[in-house]
Each structure stands twice: as C-alpha cells, then as structure tokens.
C-alpha cells in the first residue's frame, strides 16, 4: 500500500485520486439562470442528498484547477439563490456529457445538448423535460471550501417542489430503481449504470462539441437514433471535410452498397453501427456521405 500526503501532489492528481476512490457517484444536472433570465445548465458529480426535513441537497461547483476560475453555476446560484437539479439516468447521459462542455457566456447549454428546457413552478431555472425526476431548489447557503483552483463551494439546496415520471413508479407508487436506470460518475471517463455495470463516456474538457443543435433535421428527427446517439453526435468539435468523407465512401464498398439503395433509413442505421462501437467520425462520414 502507498500512502500520500496530498499536500505533496499536484491538485489535478489529488482530484484524480478522490474521483477515483469515492464513487459512484450520483450527478445532479443542475439548471440556472442568470440575473437576466439567461438559461445555464451544467451537471456535477460532486453532489448528494443530506437531509428529508427539510429535504436538503448538496452539490459543489469547484473551481477549475487549470486556472482558478468559478463556474456560472455557481455565480447564478450566489446571484438568484435557486437551482433546479434534473437527475440523470442513462438515456441523458450522452447529452449530460455535452452539457459540461466549457462553452463561453451566454451559450444555452439545453440548446446545445438538445435537452428540452420546461418552466418550474415555484423557481426561475428551468426543468429538463426528459430528466425522470426533477428538484426544484432554493439556495440556503453556500460555503466556500478555499481559494485556490480545486477548491469546492458547497451549494446547499431546499427542495421545495419535486417531479416525478410516473414511468419509474412500481405499482405501489415507489421510484423503481430498473425503471428510472439511474447512472453515476467514477474516475476519468467511467460512469456505472445502476443496473448494469461499468461503461465509458469520453468527456469534453479539451473540445467544443458542435452541438446537438448543429445536427441536421432529418437526422434528429430519425427512428434510428436515440437521444444518447444524438449526444455523440453532437460531441464533435468539427464535421468531417468533403474531401475525407469522399475518401471513405472510396475505401468502403459497403458503404456504397448502403447510398445505391437511396433509403436514408438504411444510411442511418449504417452510422448507427458505427455509433454504437463509439466511431463517432465513420457515422458522420456515413450521415454527411448521403445529401
């Protein structure tokens, strides 16, 4: 066994440590709004809840590590005192992953996700649609942890109005836990479904995703994909040139076989293929092959 002084390590592998270690944990997908209505939405895996009365939940924006700066949930929170925190289960997650993209002030996370922004009741912030259960929030308190990059500040949480999915209730009116598949966050790119296991989602620190928003009608609107499939397509911080998608038709008389048919349909369940074995690029190559 190692043992460490984590004053002796950079904070970056002191966080890689303790992301490790302690988990799964669970991700509040956490909505804001600014002094002037503009929408925020970020999720954090730094979050749990710590009380039923008052129902209280806690999550923790940390300052980044690379350059000490704060996050605009948290200026919201310290500015509106309320928060909406969405849950998130498997079929979000993709787009929960395009969500914590660093994408500059003033960019709609639920727009560039493709999450759909619903009005609370009693809050500003708004309610993501396809989240199974949502908290409505006001601030309480909120603690600053240090000043240094790393440094968490605890945003307390009341929760003063709950949405549930009836979906996810068992006949007794319980929260199921195989139907609402929650899903959790562990060290670098893994995450664990409740209900099956260890999986791998690639996160977004270093790239802008174009967005779930930059994706063609016909794509978004095909039976073939499913919201996870939009998310990855929407991870990317570039399209593939004419020139490269040209090259792949070329190489791959497959593909060819797929566009002779002209049946879109066909087209989309090839790139769906490439999807699943998480080749983001070859299922663009095969969606932009196809006007």
Not at 41 to 55: G, K, Q, Y
Not at 93 to 112: C, H, M, P, R, W
Not at 242 to 259: C, G, T
Request: charged share 20%; proline share 6%; glycine share 6%.
């Amino acid at each position: 066994m190692i043992s460490i002084d984590p004053k002796n390590l950079p904070t970056a592998k002191v966080q890689s440590y303790l992301q490790a270690a302690v988990g799964p944990r669970p991700i509040a997908l956490a909505s804001t709004v600014d002094v002037l209505g503009n929408a925020n939405l970020s999720p954090f895996s730094f979050f749990n809840v710590f009380s039923a009365n008052p129902p209280i939940l806690v999550f923790s924006p940390a300052r980044r590590t690379r350059d000490n700066s704060i996050k605009h949930t948290l200026i919201n929170c310290q500015a509106t005192q309320e928060v909406v925190i969405n849950v998130v289960n498997f079929q979000l997650v993709q787009q929960t992953s395009l969500a914590s993209t660093e994408y500059a002030d003033g960019v709609n996370e639920f727009i560039k996700s493709g999450l759909t922004a619903i009005a609370s009741d009693m809050v500003k912030p708004f309610r993501v649609k396809e989240s199974p259960v949502q908290f409505e929030c006001k601030v309480t308190q909120i603690i600053p942890l240090g000043t240094q990059g790393g440094a968490g500040n605890l945003i307390l949480c009341e929760v003063v109005k709950i949405h549930i999915d009836q979906a996810v209730l068992d006949p007794d009116g319980a929260i199921d836990p195989h139907k609402i598949d929650l899903v959790s966050r562990l060290g670098a790119n893994w995450y664990s479904r409740s209900n099956q296991g260890l999986f791998e989602v690639t996160k977004p620190l270093a790239t802008l995703g174009i967005g779930v928003d930059a994706i063609r009608e016909d794509i978004k609107r095909s039976v073939v994909f499913d919201s996870n499939d939009l998310g990855k397509l929407g991870n990317i911080e570039a399209l593939p040139t004419p020139e490269e998608v040209s090259i792949f038709v070329a190489n791959n008389f497959s593909v060819k076989a797929v566009l002779s048919a002209d049946d879109p349909e066909k087209v989309h369940i090839e790139a769906k293929k490439h999807l699943d074995n998480n080749d983001v690029i070859s299922a663009w190559k095969m969606l932009l092959a196809k006007k």
